[in-house]
């Protein structure tokens, strides 16, 4: 090559050297450029397969909590429903027992009244039931006598 007729020449010159420096250093860094992304693309693959295994390990951590929170929640649900059925029993049963002693107090008060009238009639005829009871035996008396008297000959 000449040598540089100007400062001008010299300049552009000393660039154009610099420029081949650069494209040598550029050459140098390629390999290294291309191992880099390599890598990135390796890191970014095996970081999508632990997100999926990590999104996998939430989601059945999800489900756990799930079937835990229903399994308190039927828990609950069902000594609620043991609560109110022992509640309607008790309620049922008072009902029902006083019912039945409404109907058993009302049959004695019927049998009471019943009785009451009866021991009134008697009661009432508790004079005549000597004389009744003299006029029964003396009836029988004469039933027996005329059976008697007239056994023999009815043979």
Not at 35 to 47: G, N
Not at 52 to 74: P, R
């Amino acid at each position: 090559m000449k040598s540089p007729q100007s400062s001008r020449e010299a300049l552009i010159a000393e660039a154009i050297g610099e420029l081949g420096q650069l494209l040598d250093r550029v050459d140098t860094l390629l390999p290294a450029i291309s191992e880099v992304t390599r890598q990135q693309v390796e890191a970014s693959a095996q970081l999508a397969d632990q997100l999926s295994d990590f999104e996998t390990q939430i989601n059945a951590l999800g489900d756990k909590v799930k079937v835990h929170a229903l399994k308190q929640l039927l828990a609950l649900v069902e000594a609620h429903a043991v609560q109110a059925m022992e509640s309607q029993t008790g309620a049922m049963n008072k009902a029902i027992s006083e019912a039945f002693k409404a109907e058993v107090d009302r049959a004695l008060q019927h049998i009471r009244k019943t009785i009451e009238r009866q021991t009134g009639v008697h009661q009432r005829h508790a004079g005549r039931l000597p004389a009744l009871a003299g006029c029964l035996v003396a009836g029988a008396a004469g039933a027996i006598t005329g059976l008697l008297a007239t056994w023999p000959w009815a043979r």
